[in-house]
């Protein structure tokens, strides 16, 4: 993460904020607890398609 940008007009950051954003910043995949998150079966993992080969699903707006 890049240093803390503070745009004219804006009002300086609270220590509380400060502290959120180093909590909060990017983590390397090693730092990523996945444990919680279970194991996809073969199953599963045969059911996916590349995006391009995927049905676009139309624009109702249009």
Known sequence: M????IYKGMPPL???QI???EENK???DDEIDFSDI???TKEELSRFKPARL???KQNLAS
């Open 2 to 5: 890049g240093s803390i940008r």
């Open 14 to 16: 609270t220590e509380e």
């Open 19 to 21: 502290r959120r954003l």
């Open 26 to 28: 990017p983590k390397s």
């Open 38 to 40: 279970p194991r996809m």
């Open 54 to 56: 995927r049905k676009q």
